[in-house]
């Protein structure tokens, strides 16, 4: 093994070759190799890069050397220059240099090196989506950002669930932003922490921002299918401009029904952490009639959300409940959520919550015997089985923007029917 280890790239470039930025001077040798255009085969030329182990780099005279490396979660600086092999002085100098700061998780770095072995420059594309490149200049090194282009392309995924939506995400490549965006788009008919079940499927098709073919981030889910104990949802994205030209958007099934209801199926956020807790061990279940409410077994400290919007009506303790939140909605709706472990900073009596806002965290507070959300849904004063009642949902596409909704929505439509098919012959 190299002692650039296996993350490392390391590519000889010919001088010249990199008209100033080394970034650049990549993609102008990769888009030789794979027209540009062509996402698949200019995806699988990065993936594979030259791999050249340094010991057995032979440099031209008039080469240049090219080293990438990635900053990992849990590195530090240090380590992650000492990894570019960088002279340890010059190390020192950057890692304390304010435009480090701009350098996040997950990012490459790139170094070239002049071919006495000196660093020429460094660039990264920083916290800001710019390129920061530091280069060498009499006085140390000078700082430049610029904006970079981020190209957006299209992904399509599907998964079969074995043991959580994260692991059968994982199992298809696809990332933790868009499961959850998944479960927040039909949170409003499905209850991520307990109507999941072994062989459901989903699929996504959803934005994905590159730079220079590299993915940098995931963004928007443009469409899904979930199919949760046997029955098929179906949501795409439809944005609209108002006047402002501002953009907004919701879920909405392909009918034009909106996919967000008044109230979320579930208090509890729905994350990695969670999940796979929820999916292990059942909620606590007790005879809702006896109990008034819906117990989840969760870690402490996870986010409880409102349900619905909402006006605090009630923040502190209170008996067996413990620390209890107990808010109030439009019409004769109430709900309630207990053995918290604490507030979100400022909630008080009377303070307006959006749905989804985080309110509280999961404890064991009052009478409990472990970690759990005590949760009540109220109408009128009175306990219902938040599970069986039938809640009002949102208002659906005006009927003067349907047919501009059909024409956004049918071509997600047969993307989902597309990965829908393949995914049966997958499994048959
Ligand atoms: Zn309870």
Do not use: C
Not at 392 to 400: G, I, N, T
């Amino acid at each position: 093994m190299t002692r650039l280890g296996q993350t490392a790239r390391i590519r000889l470039a010919r001088a010249g070759a990199l008209a100033g930025l080394a970034l650049s001077g990549i993609v102008a040798a990769f888009a030789t190799i794979a027209p540009a255009g062509d996402a698949e085969v200019r995806q699988s030329a990065i993936a594979e890069p030259l791999a050249i182990r340094p010991e057995e780099s032979v440099l031209p005279s008039s080469g240049e050397l090219i080293r990438e490396e990635r900053f990992q979660r849990g590195d530090t600086l240090a380590g992650l220059l000492a990894r570019l092999e960088m002279d340890p002085d010059e190390a020192r100098a950057l890692a304390r240099h304010q435009g480090m700061r701009l350098l996040r998780p997950g990012t490459a770095l790139t170094a070239t090196f002049d071919a006495s072995g000196t660093l020429h420059s460094l660039d990264f594309l920083g916290s800001r989506d710019t390129l920061v490149v530091f280069r060498r200049s009499a006085s140390g090194f000078s700082l430049s950002e610029d904006r970079a282009q981020l190209e957006t392309r299209v992904a399509m995924k599907s998964s079969v669930i074995r043991s959580s939506l994260f692991a059968a995400a994982d199992a298809a490549g696809i990332p933790d932003a868009v499961a959850t965006q998944v479960a927040d788009m039909f949170g409003g008919d499905i209850d991520f922490h307990r109507d999941l079940r072994k062989g459901d499927r989903f699929a996504v098709v959803y934005e994905t921002h590159t730079f220079q073919g590299l993915t940098v981030r995931s963004g928007r889910v443009l469409a899904a299918e979930f199919v949760n104990q046997g029955r098929v949802y179906r949501a795409v994205w439809y944005g609209t401009a108002d006047a402002n030209d501002r953009a907004s958007g919701g879920y909405y099934a392909p009918d034009g029904k909106n996919l967000r209801k008044a109230f979320l199926r579930s208090p509890l956020e729905f994350s990695r952490v969670s999940s796979a807790f929820g999916m292990r061990r059942h909620p606590i279940l007790q005879s809702w009639r006896a109990h008034q409410g819906v117990d989840y077994a969760a870690p402490t400290g996870t986010r409880v959300r409102a349900v619905a919007d909402s006006v605090v009506e009630f923040v502190g303790r209170q008996g067996g409940y413990g620390n209890v939140v107990v808010l109030r909605h439009q019409g004769q709706y109430s709900t309630l959520y207990g053995h918290l472990s604490g507030f979100t900073r400022g909630l008080r009596k009377g303070a307006r919550v959006a749905q989804g806002e985080t309110i509280a965290f999961v404890g064991q507070t009052g009478w409990a015997t472990g970690p759990h959300l005590h949760y009540e849904f109220k109408i009128a004063g009175q306990a219902r089985n938040p599970l069986a009642v039938a809640l009002p949902a949102a208002l659906p596409v005006p009927a003067a923007e349907m047919p501009r909704f059909a024409g956004q929505v049918q071509p997600l439509v047969a993307r989902l029917d597309l990965i829908g098919n393949s995914q049966v012959a997958l499994l048959e």
